[in-house]
């Protein structure tokens, strides 16, 4: 502010605004000024010695004092206006208009350096410290043209003004397409190999938001961006390092681009990103490792990426980072825990007696999520053998036993049971825990979750622990919602749900409890609609195996 008002003041000394600042003839210098511009200088000199007890703004008068400097043909005058925009930009709360924007877009396309510098200062602070219409203002003004054309400047504060204004404007879909269609992309690439880090750093930030849109992933793809944060990864810059990381990662969420991160330098796109797993950064690991987990939903990364080491950074990670960072580890191991070939790397490197620690641990639902899902992949691929000596079933049991879990965490971990419980030995586990509580909160969910996931999963386990000897007392406890969920499977539309309820009925029905209490019921009626319904021979004949069992 100190600056904005020593060129003031300088005006005022030629001018004669203010008589403690004449050092010279007033007929020789009076003339420079006309009385307006004299009397707008005067009205921001003003202004400003008072705007540091008061909140700034900008009232007709003094927009109309500004638009009378920007619009002079007095280059001095110009440059003072964009210097008070630059201070009142800090500061300025209430949301800027298109009268605003006016003074500001044309100070930004002055020819003069220092002009341009000010006024792409005070809107960069317009659109990230300002009211939060501001950033559709500015774009609806058409500020993106100039800003963009400022890009190629040759003074480095310009580029870094306008590179850190696009970068925040890039935070709405609208705004990051309309960039993109300004032709934005080119030159902000181009700015990434500027030799200030706080331009290259903007203009990463700018490319980073660009990725969040599919059809503008496909032009920055086509403009070579994939090289550009390969390179930039390498960057001793956290911050660099963090966008591309993510820009990446954005990039990897379709197949189409996949193919064109990873063919960049043959795999040398994921000997970077494990590179980064073993970074200071906490949030680079955790942007590395969701670049990871995305270029892992193909089968060639996922192996590629056990291949080149990534294991053993992801199990460090995993033992020793902050929440986020240990559940984008897992979501990254969980992928890579898909391929049969990485089933015994992962086991030898002791993963899963770090899940069931992770599972032990309160509240960490989205870890709990991928853990679950990688102990379902493992357990497909006949390694719940291992689940069961490492501990990690008994995790997962925890969590599943936890009533608060949220439903997306209730649907991995039923989803896991329900593969494990396969296994005759998991039978056993999850009947003989705390005097079947885990039995009785399957039978509580598949009757009563609101989430169609849970209650199959739920019922599918059930299914399975049914084709043990179930104890008569547990089946006794249970059978009011045994009944409910079967009733509610049985009514259901979905051939599945139908399926798997007369599924489960056949192997109830070994025990007498169970029998019993079934033929005192509504079920049977139920059993028997089907035979008479349009379902499918398949199910028609399973009734009637239920009816025949009835005994």
């Excluded at 003839?25 to 307006?36: A, G, Q, R, S, V």
């Excluded at 920007?70 to 630059?86: H, K, P, V, W």
């Excluded at 599919?214 to 086509?222: A, E």
């Excluded at 679950?372 to 689940?387: E, Y």
């Amino acid at each position: 502010m100190e600056n904005c008002l020593d060129y003031l003041l300088s005006l005022c000394c030629c001018c004669g605004c203010y008589s403690a600042y004449r050092h010279y003839d007033d007929d020789l210098y009076e003339p420079l000024l006309l009385d307006t511009e004299r009397e707008a200088v005067k009205d921001l000199l003003n202004y400003l010695n008072r705007e540091c007890e008061e909140k700034p703004t900008i009232s007709e008068e003094r927009l109309e004092a500004l638009c009378t400097l920007t619009y002079s043909e007095n280059a001095d005058l110009q440059r003072s206006a964009a210097l008070c925009l630059a201070e009142i930009s800090e500061r300025l709360m209430q949301p800027i208009t298109t009268k605003v924007m006016e003074p500001i877009l044309v100070l930004m396309e002055s020819h003069d350096v220092e002009t341009q510098k000010a006024a792409s200062l005070a809107l960069s602070n317009f659109a990230l410290c300002g009211h939060e219409s501001n950033k559709s203002l500015i774009v609806k003004c058409g500020a993106l043209p100039v800003l963009i054309k400022l890009l190629s400047s040759k003074n480095v504060e310009i580029q870094c003004n306008a590179c850190g204004c696009i970068t925040t404007l890039a935070t709405s879909n609208t705004n990051k397409m309309a960039i993109v269609s300004c032709n934005g992309v080119p030159p902000l690439i181009s700015l990434t190999s500027s030799p200030d880090i706080r331009v290259q750093r903007n203009a990463a930030g700018a490319l980073l938001n660009l990725t969040h849109i599919d059809s503008n992933r496909t032009v920055l793809v086509n403009h070579g961006a994939v090289s550009t944060f390969m390179t930039l990864l390498q960057s001793r810059d956290t911050d660099i390092q963090y966008y591309c990381a993510a820009a990446l990662s954005n990039l990897a969420v379709d197949a189409k681009h996949r193919v064109a991160v990873v063919r960049e330098g043959n795999h040398q796109v994921i000997r970077l990103l494990i590179n980064l797993l073993s970074s200071p950064a906490d949030k680079v690991k955790c942007q590395a490792c969701f670049a990871l987990r995305n270029l892992a939903s193909d089968d060639e990364n996922q192996v590629a990426i056990v291949k080149l080491n990534g294991l053993p950074p992801l199990l460090s990670i995993i033992r020793n980072s902050s929440k986020e960072t240990l559940s984008a580890a897992i979501a990254a191991l969980r992928n890579l825990s898909i391929h049969r070939l990485n089933e015994i790397p992962i086991l030898e490197h002791g993963f899963l007696e770090e899940i069931a620690v992770v599972l032990r641990q309160p509240m960490l639902w989205d870890a709990h999520c991928h853990a679950a899902g990688t102990l379902r992949n493992l357990a497909a691929g006949s390694k719940t053998s291992m689940i069961l000596t490492s501990g990690a079933l008994d995790g997962l049991i925890t969590v599943f036993l936890e009533s608060t879990s949220p439903a997306s965490v209730q649907t991995e971990v039923t989803a896991a049971l329900a593969i494990i419980a396969g296994h005759d030995e998991a039978k056993r586990v999850l009947l003989g825990i705390g005097d079947g509580r885990v039995f009785s909160r399957l039978v509580n969910l598949a009757a009563c979750s609101p989430s169609r996931d849970v209650q199959y999963n739920s019922a599918g386990t059930i299914g399975q622990l049914a084709l043990f000897s179930l104890p008569p007392e547990l089946i006794s406890a249970n059978i009011s919602m045994l009944q409910k969920y079967l009733t509610r499977f049985l009514r259901s539309s979905d051939a599945g749900f139908i399926h798997i309820s007369l599924w489960t009925i056949v192997h109830l029905l070994k025990s007498e409890a169970f029998r019993t209490a079934f033929g005192e019921s509504s079920l049977p009626k139920l059993v028997d609609t089907i035979l008479t319904s349009s379902h499918s021979a398949q199910l028609k004949q399973l009734a009637q195996t239920v009816l025949d069992n009835m005994g």
